[in-house]
Each structure stands twice: as C-alpha cells, then as structure tokens.
C-alpha cells in the first residue's frame, strides 16, 4: 500500500472541519488501493490482524452498518457488531456508561452512529478509544462525505473537470436534517469546490450561507443551473416533529429530482443519493436507474473502500496518536 | 442589662445607591441592625472591628431568581447547600422559584420552604408562589392566602404561562395584593424541540435552534396584558434585544412593567457552547453577540435594572449526557459579583447603577426590606476586594452543584466577608461558617 509509510496522528474522525486536505488526500489514496483488494478472487488482507473494532448503531442502518463491518473484516480485524435499539436506552444505561463498558474491552476503534448531534464530542472529551463517526444526529457523517469525494473525483474526467476547484455541487432536499449535507459542504469546500444548497425555506438550517459558505435557492430550476453534481439528499421523516413541509406529493413536484429538472444542470452532471433513497419522493426512479448520470451503486462500493482506508489510518500500526 | 452585640466595618469604600452613597466610611453594627454609618469615633471597647481599609463595602446582594430544588430534588441541591453558595457569592437574600416539588403553589410548601430555611440556610430566602396550580398554566394558585404565608412574587419559571386567559387573570388578580408576576418567556410552540439559540452556531452542531422571537411574542403579548389589566409584570432572565426594546417601549408609557438579566447573558453568547458544552445550555439559551450586547444596553438605559441569576443547579449526571439530553441550566451565585463588576469595568453601569442592580433594585420590586446599609435595616453586608482575582474551578464553587458555564473563566472581584443580619456567614480565610452543625 502506497501510504502505508505515512505517519497519521489523528485519533478521532468526528468532523469533516477536523479533516485537513492532506489527510482527505491520504484517505482517498489508501481507498483507491483498497478497491484493489476488493476485486480480488480471495478479499482479505492481513493489515488488521489483532486490531479489535466495535461498530455501535444507535440508529437503522443498513449499508454503513455492513460497510463498516466488511470493512474490518476484509483486513482482518476482530468485527463486533452491537445493535441498540432505543429501548433499550430507556432501561436506563446512559450513553458513556455503555462505552465505558465497551471500552473496558479494550478495543482498538469504536465505530458509532447516534441520534443526538454532538455524541461524539461528548464521549471522545470522556474515553481513551478512538472514535469513528458514523452520523451523530443531524451534525456530522464524515465517512459519507469522504466516500462521495471519492466517487466524484472518479466521475471527474467524465464530467470534464480536472479537480474539485471551481466545481459545482448541488446538495438538494432536507438539509435541515441532513448530516450528509453538513460533512459533504464542509468536505467540498476544503478542496475548493462550489458548494449549492438546495431546499425548502422549512428544510434549510438558520444563516446556513455564513455557517457553510454555501449558496442557497429555494427554486431547485434555478439552483440546478450550470452545477457539475447533484447530489440528492433522502427527506428525513423519522426526524421531522412539526410541519416541514406539507405533502410529499407536492414536495416531490416542486423539489423532488425528475428529467426535465436534470436538464437544467451541465450536460454531464452525475447524480448522487446517499441513501436509503425515497422513489417517487426526492427522486424519480428513471434518473436513479439511469447508468449514464447516476453513480448511487458506485457510491456504495466506494464506501466499502473508503471505510477500509478509514480502520486502516485510524487503528492501523501506523498510527501515533496524541 | 443584655450584652450588646457591636461590630465596627471600619474605613472601607461603603457604596450604598439606596442613600447614594459612595464614600471611605465606617459602619457600625449592633445587634444584627445597622445602628450608624460614617467616620465614626467613641466606639464603645468592647466592639469587634473589621478593617475594611482598601476593600468595598456593599449591601448584601439580593438575587431575586434562584432554584434551591428543595423540597424534592435534594440530589441537585438543598436550601442548606444553596444558601453557602449565597454565602460564598456575597448574596444575603434570595428569591426562591416555585418549580420544587411538590411544586410551591400551596401555603404548606412555602411553610415548610421557610421553616426548613429558618433551621438551615445561612441566608434570607424569599420564597416564590407558583402562578398556576402545578405550573400547569391552567388555573391561578391562591395569591393572597401566598402572600400572606411570605411569598414575595409569583412565577412559574422553568414553564411559560402559555394561556393569555391564564395571564389575564395573573396580572389582574395579583393587583388585589401589590406582587408582582414573574414571567418566563418562552413560546414553547416555537421552542419545539430547540436546545440552543437558533443561528450560525446552531446550524453547523445540528442541533435545533430557538428562534428569539419565542421570547419576544409572550413578552409583547403579556405587556399588552399589563396595559390592560394595570398588573405588575417582571421578565425573567430577559435574553434578546427584541424584548428588551418591547419593555423599553412598555415602561415610556408609563406600564408597571420591569425585568432582570443573568449575567450569562450579558457576558457570553452562543459560541461559547464550543463542542456542546452542556454547562452552557440553559432556557432561555446563551444568544447571540448583537443579543449579548442589547442586554448591556438595557442595563446601560436602565430598561433593565435587576441582575437576577436564574441560579439552576444540577447534578453532575443530568450534564453527563448528549447536549440535547442535558438539562436546562447553571448555577450563578458566586459569579453574580465579578461579572456584575464587570460591566462597571467595561463602562456600561457605574459602581452604583451596578450595585442597585444586583441589591436595592431587586429587593424594590420584590417590596422586601433588604439590599440597602440605611440606618436601622437588618445588616446584610458583603465585604470585597474589587480587584482580586480568582479562577472559577468546581473545588472552588460552594453548594452541591458545580454547573457553571464559566468554568476555568478568570473573575475579577472577590467576596471577603459577608454578613447576615450582623452575622458573618462566610470568610474568604475560613470559608463557610455556620454556628452549628447541620
């Protein structure tokens, strides 16, 4: 592996505000040499032999949960996987009092996805263990958004760009309640991109321009003119207590992703969707299904690669953490 | 004849806005009153003498907004464990809100709120009435029969009075006893789930915000509700500009209308969350810089004459938590000094504006005898060097709750001495001093 001699100090990945270019720049790397190791007959390496990894889920998940999971397990760590259900948090063991416990079994990364933005913080300001963020509320997914640069820097040639400066990025939906859209803005900004944001008045968080640096439309006819990726978030019911929007009929109508409006973007936009994606709700089933501009499978794979490279940096041997 | 009990203050910087004083003066105490004040001389042998030389002396601080969470949440803190914070901050009276529990909207619980006080606590306590039966907003408690057992105010702090019927009826009603009602103001439909002020901040932590216009909608509704009833109405822990300026307007007109600020609002905003720091969340929520400097503003314009703690204090357990799962609140007491001084330091309030504010002000719209060194008033007297620093550290804090959001802040202004009723219940050598055990 290309950077396996490098020395990575970082202990925790929480924010994609804590992640410099260099080290987006090392994750993308090592994931493009993990892609490799994903297309052999025999997909398993000897890099983590010994390592232990705790992936905790909080919430449902299906491909970061497995992700994360095949991603340990493909390098040869020690894979748990603890489910808790909501329930269980009622009987009443809080939050750092079950990753103390986890931690007392010495693992070597704790993989963790939670409802409440902030989790993270709280617990890496209380443990010893590196953690790995994946999605803490409506705040942060920064696996996510390192997986979505990887899949547009591959798409690159084909949108006829050579880098991500000046590139433009349409984050279209439920911002509000969107982790994605956060890491993805903070991400994309750190490597020079433009940065849209598109939504409902409802759906789009307070000063989000001076928060994010981003551009915000309400008419998506608009925002889509001219941008290079559209990137169309899941509207996140579960999480809307309160009249956000009216129907999802209309919501679909006005901002849901069909033909006619791909139209407005270049010629050679990509679609992206982080998924579970809503059909018929952000998006229409023919631009989802359509090979030549939707690259939400490849999303996926890049994602098993990116996790890899992600256990590999931060509980790999070449870590020094401070 | 009896021995007398006399204590010479002797040749401190006595600053007394009630009198308007501001002078180098000696007060002399006899019996827990204060008997006379100036350059005083044949003073009888037998009195003990403080030298005050170089340090200030005010009236006790009056803190009109506090949580003791006793009875019912002892776990969090005790009238006993409150009042040696009260101590320790210089504060001889306090005003203590209803949201106890049982909540304090029944004689019984004010009975025993001031018998447990009278046994306990090293301070004046002023209890609060609820406004509404079990802070339900639905039906107003017994005011008069309140009053009449030593509530000094009605509020349901911690909840709004959401009913503008319910508030009517507060406002108008009250009027029969001269109290006035404490509002916390906070429209809880657009407080919704919110755990922070909503803005820039609030948007790049994920969290869900509260838009300032929760405090300004039940702040304009209720000073209509005063116009049209003539109640007295006083504002908790006023946090933005747009209610600040609403009360402003409502006072030129002539309404009974007044309110208090937390020195959290007047020194910190929103940023100073940090990384979801939970011992900053509090309702209503740490603002924003233009909200920050409003409320010194209206301290400055005298809109705003109170300096009020909202004193809330926790558990370490209920902090320990995801930011959204915290509970709501910091304590207060032994910061409200240096940070009042503060403003003096930064221009926005004199020594004597600022020491109305957290002394003679309060006990004013309290209608208590309190937060003045006039001659023949109980001696409530705190004693500090304005200059000296410290570093707020939990070790340092007094009380059983350590929830301060100014943690590792520097303080500048130290209390001394404090005396209650001629009594000194703190000393910055000997600590808290209680004659007996607990």
């Not at chain 1, 939906?173 to 008045?201: E, M, Q």
């Not at chain 1, 009929?249 to 849901?256: C, K, L, M, P, Q």
């Not at chain 2, 609820?130 to 030593?150: F, H, P, R, V, Y």
Request: charged share 25%.
């Amino acid at each position: 592996m290309t950077s396996g001699t490098q020395v990575w100090d970082r202990k925790h990945l929480i924010s994609m505000s804590d992640v410099t270019r260099d080290e987006i720049g090392h994750i993308l790397e090592t994931a493009a040499s993990m892609r490799e190791v994903n297309r052999r007959e025999i997909k398993k390496v000897p890099t983590l032999r010994g390592k232990t990894v705790i992936n905790l889920f909080y919430e449902n998940s299906t491909r970061t949960r497995t992700s994360f999971e095949l991603a340990g397990k493909r390098m040869s760590a020690d894979v748990i996987n603890v489910s808790v259900s909501t329930s269980s948090v009622a009987k009443g063991e809080t939050l750092l009092d079950t990753l103390e416990t986890l931690q007392a079994m010495t693992p070597d990364l704790l993989v963790l996805r939670h409802p409440e933005s902030g989790a993270h913080a709280f617990l890496s300001r209380n443990l010893d263990t590196s953690i790995i963020n994946a999605g803490d509320g409506r705040h942060e997914h920064p696996t996510q958004s390192l997986l979505d640069i990887l899949t547009i820097k591959d798409q690159l040639p084909l949108i006829g760009k050579r880098g991500f400066e000046g590139l433009k990025v349409a984050i279209c939906g439920d911002l509000l309640n969107s982790r994605v859209a956060r890491s993805n803005a903070i991400g994309l900004k750190t490597l020079g991109a433009h940065v849209r944001w598109i939504g409902p008045p409802t759906l789009i968080p307070a000063q989000a321009e001076e928060a994010f640096g981003v551009e915000v439309f309400h008419d998506m006819d608009v925002g889509l003119e001219d941008v290079d990726v559209v990137m169309i978030l899941r509207l996140q019911r579960e999480r809307m207590q309160g009249a956000f929007i009216p129907s999802v009929r209309e919501y679909f109508e006005f901002w849901g992703l069909n033909r006619q409006r791909l139209a407005k973007a270049q010629p050679n936009a990509i679609v992206m969707h982080p998924g579970p994606m809503n059909r018929g709700v952000e998006i229409a089933s023919d631009v989802a299904d359509d090979p030549e501009r939707s690259v939400i499978r490849h999303q996926v794979g890049n994602g098993l690669a990116v996790r890899m490279a992600v256990l590999y940096h931060f509980a790999g041997s070449s870590v020094r953490k401070g | 004849m009896q021995d007398r009990n006399a204590l010479l203050i002797k040749a401190g910087r006595v600053i007394d806005p009630a009198n308007d004083r501001d002078e180098t003066a000696d007060i002399l105490v006899v019996d827990g009153t204060i008997q006379d004040i100036g350059r005083l001389t044949d003073i009888p042998a037998d009195t003990e003498i403080i030298d005050a030389d170089g340090l200030t002396v005010i009236p006790g601080l009056v803190d009109m907004h506090v949580h003791l969470r006793d009875p019912g949440y002892e776990y969090k803190e005790t009238i006993a464990g409150g009042s040696e914070a009260a101590a320790a901050g210089g504060v001889t009276a306090m005003a203590t809100m209803a949201n106890t529990k049982p909540v304090a909207d029944d004689i019984t619980v004010i009975r025993f709120i001031l018998e447990k006080a009278r046994l306990e606590s090293l301070v004046n306590i002023f209890p609060i009435g609820a406004i509404s039966k079990g802070l339900k907003g639905d039906e107003i408690t017994e005011m008069g029969l309140l009053k009449k057992a030593g509530c000094v105010a009605f509020s349901d702090d911690g909840f709004p009075v959401m009913k503008s019927g319910v508030m009517r009826r507060a406002l108008e009603y009250s009027r029969a006893f001269d109290v006035p009602v404490i509002q916390h103001a906070e429209d809880l439909s657009l407080v919704g789930c919110g755990c922070m002020n909503e803005g820039l901040i609030c948007s790049r932590l994920g969290l869900q915000g509260i838009p300032n216009a929760s405090e300004a909608i039940i702040v304009d509704r209720d000073l209509r509700l005063a116009e049209l009833t003539g109640g007295r109405y006083h504002v908790a822990h006023i946090s933005t500009l747009e209610a600040m300026e609403a009360v402003g307007k409502a006072q030129k007109k002539g309404l009974r209308v007044t309110c208090e600020a937390a020195p959290h609002h007047f020194t910190l905003t929103d940023t100073d969350i940090g990384d979801y720091n939970t011992n900053a969340k509090m309702a209503p929520p740490l603002r924003s810089q233009q909200d920050r400097n409003a409320i010194r503003e209206g301290l400055a314009r005298g809109i705003i004459t109170a300096i009020a703690t909202d004193h809330a204090p926790h558990d370490e357990d209920s902090k320990r938590v995801e930011f959204c799962n915290a509970s709501n609140g910091v304590v207060g007491l032994e910061t409200m000094l240096p940070l009042t001084l503060a403003l003096v330091r930064d221009g926005v309030l004199t020594w004597k504006q600022a020491i109305a504010a957290v002394s003679w002000n309060p006990a004013g719209i309290l209608g208590i005898n309190r937060g003045t060194l006039s001659i023949g008033r109980p001696a409530d007297i705190t004693i500090l060097a304005p200059e000296e620093r410290w570093t707020v550290t939990k070790a340092a804090l007094h009380g059983t709750a350590k929830n301060s959001c100014f943690i590792g802040h520097t303080m500048r202004g130290q209390v001394q001495k404090t005396l209650v009723s001629g009594r000194l219940v703190y000393s910055s050598e000997r600590g808290i001093i209680r004659e007996s055990a607990l």
